[in-house]
């Protein structure tokens, strides 16, 4: 090798005669103060010495930081029994859960289904303006049932955040799907007005393209999958959707107001048997603000799971 040392900028090689045969080809690894050499043997066996001349070389030296003996290494092999006779031991005390694959199973075809659903919305509302020409205004009425579908199954993430079988915190998921629900079944299902607005088609085609990347993800993660390009289209084409939906929400509450002013739809008149008047109209009002609340929640929600799962990784201190 060529290099620095005693005799200046030389070549310097060595030979060793090893006690028995070794792989021929020695992994080698350049330092700024050093070369390292690993010689694999070709048997794994326990050598009387390194070399066959049974005086050891002038130039050799043994590194007892790395020294193994047979002694150590049963010490070694016993040690490691050991943990894996206590890991099997604590294993066995924990309770297994019989329905674990049923669990996983349920989870599966839930987020299986809701990816279809969504992707048939998406695919339809896509080739029906691109494709036919079709206008936004008749969006509703082509969608709405697949909506409707979608969006009640949706409550059953909250069941599972309830009962524990995802780990996903309860309120975001409650927002998120009270929020379009309300949208969908009081403002646009009530009214008749409301369901031929060119909004509607922003609404649904910025909730489906949302949903189109994080059913897969989850249905993968329920079998230990994980495709990076799909996690990082998971916890990056919310950025601009979400606010994007939001704000197609707000649109929608806010033209929907006027109309349930005129038709006093869901307002509370007098007289009524709590002697009061509520105005549904006011109520919006008030949604409109706790819309971008919520949006704000869930938006740090989102941006902190990015962050943990896109995020560089931290190192573990030794």
């Known amino acids: 090798a060529q ?5 200046g900028d030389n070549i310097y090689e060595f030979e060793i005669e090893f006690l028995e045969p070794v792989e ?35 130039f050799l030296a043994p590194d007892f930081d790395r020294w193994l003996d047979e002694s150590d290494a049963e010490m070694e092999l016993k040690e490691k029994e050991e943990e894996k006779i206590n890991k099997m031991k604590i294993e066995s005390r924990v309770p297994k859960d019989p329905f674990k694959h049923l669990k996983k199973g349920y989870l599966i075809m839930y987020n299986l289904v809701q990816f279809l659903g969504f992707s048939w919305i998406f695919v339809n509302m896509t080739v029906r303006l691109f494709i036919l020409g079709k206008s936004f205004y008749d969006t509703f009425h082509t969608i709405s049932d697949m909506m409707y579908f979608c969006q009640t199954l949706a409550l059953m993430e909250i069941m599972n955040s309830l009962i524990g079988l995802v780990r996903s915190p309860l309120i975001p998921s409650v927002v998120q799907i009270f929020g379009r629900n309300f949208v969908l079944f009081v403002i646009l ?4 007005e409301m369901q031929s607005k060119p909004v509607v088609f922003f609404i ?3 909730w489906s393209i949302t949903e189109l990347f994080r ?14 390009p799909l996690t990082w289209l998971r916890y990056t084409v919310w950025i601009p959707l979400y606010p994007l939906g939001g704000l197609s929400e707000a649109v929608c509450i806010v033209q929907s107001i006027p109309i349930f002013s005129e038709t006093g739809k869901f307002s509370l008149g007098l007289p009524n048997p709590l002697n009061v008047t509520i105005q549904f109209p006011f109520v919006l009002q008030i949604y409109l603000i706790a819309l971008f609340l919520g949006i704000f929640v869930n938006f740090r929600h989102l941006y902190k799971q990015r962050k943990q799962h896109l995020g560089p990784k931290k190192r573990k201190m030794k």
Do not use: D
């Open 204 to 206: 649904f085609y910025f």
């Open 3 to 7: 290099g620095h040392g005693a005799k």
């Open 189 to 192: 299902g009530s009214l008749e």
């Open 24 to 58: 021929p080809k020695p992994v080698c690894r350049v330092t700024q103060r050093q070369l390292n050499i690993t010689v694999q043997k070709k048997e794994s066996n326990w050598w009387e010495r390194l070399t066959k001349q049974e005086k050891r070389p002038l």
């Open 215 to 228: 059913y897969p993800y989850y249905m993968l993660s329920c079998i230990g999958i994980e495709w990076k």
